[in-house]
């Protein structure tokens, strides 16, 4: 973001940097685990009981013993307890229309709810084999528990981590041996295991810290490694993207793309992370698109218009593009609200839309002028449609105690996203009572090679794992917007010229610039239920 003076001075050209590793919207809650007394699950040896199944059972049998009709469970969402089947029910399976080839469909619910969930668009040997590569980076960090198969990741005690750690000398393996035994017998006692990791799969960097900067270089392997790409930005996603993206009309309403090969899409790798959730851990409901204007290019480099609104605001998104593309360079930059070009040092221009607005005219008033390198998008542009998506898999079959992804259909279609609640967490529009009247849903099975596709605005989050195992999963990004940065790529000047070069779908994101850690501030906590520190900016890290 900038200012109508500074973008002069500077030629009009925004200073790009280097990106840190992002924060995770997620915190460790209680941190007490040990085995469930009450349940028996997460017993080492025995397989986890379904959770759903399990509290239904349990809350009837109380309810038969006090005589009364019994009341439904409820289940740990973000910051919220949701009753079960009220509150949080299943998610809608678009595996259907996916089967049929009704990629129309698929692309029509997309737009209307904000997210697809899809059953086996990637082959599960493919998941299997990331799933391996994964959990042996963690089994020989000694984060896997002795006693155990490292395929069933069950997960180590923190002294016996901590132990680990600490002991780097060969003279002294015996004596650690017998360290970690005790530290084992104490520590299950504790029943306090090792927390999770985050970390982004192109550089390598950490959330939070995690380790020493010398973990990086074998994270940046792992998250490069044929296994882990060909499951975030292989074959398998990029067809199921093309399919589904060509039903747009920019696309569909131009054949010589398709003829040379121009994708419908740009998947963005450098914006993918992998996760391995640990014990009590817990996403907070959150929408994507806040972090992603402050820390990553991606909307500036690729944005358009949204191709596929809602009817109700398809005529109103027309009418105003229309009327911005009337204007001069110098209309444009005058403040779009009180119509003054006096003040230009405290005028906001749009990074998106390229018009200005004063910081005083806004509503919230802006007080500072945002840091240069940080984006900036007006009231206009960050309440209407952004063709931006999160694709969420699993490496390995959740269901039961294993943290869940869950999300309220249609929010990406709330409002105030430029007054942010819970500090850039949430828009304005999600009120008290929104929130008590919206409606969860998440999968009570995700197998391998299943997908979940959201809107970068639409409100998830994920259940507590709740059991003693490793929650692995990957989630990138990908766009259907065809701006400058699509352009460039393919040698054209607009969508209607004839691309001078096609570029094959997986070379087609590039590197996107993302900010340093050390220009990015911490963005707040998530707050409520003990959960803390979500987004949470990291110390800079040398990346090679």
């Not at 790798?269 to 992998?274: A, H, I, K, R, V």
């Not at 500036?300 to 027309?318: C, D, G, H, I, V």
């Not at 998440?442 to 197998?447: F, K, V, W």
Request: hydrophobic share 35%.
């Amino acid at each position: 973001m900038q200012s109508v003076s500074a973008s002069a001075a500077a030629g009009g050209k925004k200073r790009k940097l280097a990106s840190a590793a992002p924060e995770d919207a997620s915190a460790s809650v209680g941190g007490m685990m040990g085995v469930n007394r009450k349940t028996g699950a997460g017993m080492m040896g025995m397989p986890e009981p379904d959770l759903d199944e399990q509290l239904e059972a349990e809350e009837a049998a109380r309810s038969a013993a006090r005589g009364k009709a019994p009341a439904m469970p409820r289940i740990r969402v973000g910051n919220r307890h949701l009753t079960m089947h009220s509150e949080l029910v299943e998610m809608t399976d678009s595996t259907d229309l996916f089967k049929a080839n009704d990629f129309a469909g698929l692309r029509a619910r997309l737009e209307d709810q904000g997210f697809l969930f899809v059953r086996g668009v990637i082959p599960p040997e493919t998941i299997a084999a990331a799933r391996r590569k994964m959990l042996v980076h963690l089994r020989d960090k000694g984060a896997m528990r002795e006693g155990t198969q490292w395929e069933d990741a069950f997960i180590e005690y923190q002294r016996v981590w901590d132990a680990k750690q600490q002991s780097k000398a060969a003279a002294k393996k015996k004596q650690r041996k017998a360290d970690t035994g005790m530290a084992a017998a104490a520590s299950a006692a504790a029943g306090k295991m090792i927390p999770g990791w985050t970390v982004d799969a192109e550089s390598g960097g950490l959330v939070g810290g995690r380790e020493a900067d010398d973990a990086v270089d074998g994270w940046r392997a792992i998250g490069n490694s044929r296994e882990l790409t060909d499951v975030y930005d292989g074959a398998a996603l990029h067809s199921f993207y093309q399919r589904l993206f060509e039903q747009d009309a920019d696309y569909s309403s131009r054949p010589h793309l398709k003829s040379a090969d121009v994708p419908s899409f740009s998947s963005l790798p450098s914006c993918t992370w992998l996760r391995a959730k640990g014990p009590g851990e817990v996403t907070a409901e959150h929408a994507d698109y806040y972090y992603f204007y402050k820390h990553t290019d991606i909307f500036s480099e690729f944005y358009t218009a949204a191709q596929n609104p809602a009817p109700a605001q398809a005529k109103k998104l027309r009418d105003q593009q229309a009327s911005i593309d009337k204007q001069s360079d110098e209309q444009r930059e005058t403040c779009q609200i009180c119509h003054s070009p006096e003040d230009a040092d405290s005028t906001l221009l749009c990074d998106l839309c390229g018009c200005g607005y004063h910081m005083r005219c806004l509503k919230p008033i802006v007080d500072e002028m945002p840091p240069e390198e940080q984006e900036w998008h007006c009231h206009t542009c960050t309440n209407h449609p952004l063709d931006y998506w999160t694709c969420w898999t699993a490496l390995g079959n959740i269901s039961g105690l294993d943290g869940r992804l869950a999300l309220i259909p249609a929010s990406h279609r709330l409002q105030g996203y430029e007054d942010a609640v819970r500090p850039d967490l949430l828009p304005r529009g999600f009120t008290r009572a929104f929130e008590q009247g919206s409606v969860w849903q998440t999968p009570s099975e995700i197998r391998m090679g299943d997908v979940i596709l959201f809107n970068m605005k639409t409100i998830h989050a994920a259940t507590r794992n709740g059991s003693e195992k490793f929650r692995l999963s990957i989630d990138t990004r990908v766009t259907a917007c065809k701006g400058r940065r699509f352009l460039e790529k393919h040698g054209m000047d607009s969508l209607d010229d004839k691309p001078k070069h096609a570029v094959p779908c997986k070379a087609m994101a590039g590197a996107i610039s993302k900010k340093s850690a050390a220009t990015a501030a911490a963005v707040g906590a998530a707050g409520g239920d003990g959960v803390a520190g979500v987004f949470r900016s990291q110390k800079p890290r040398a990346m090679a």
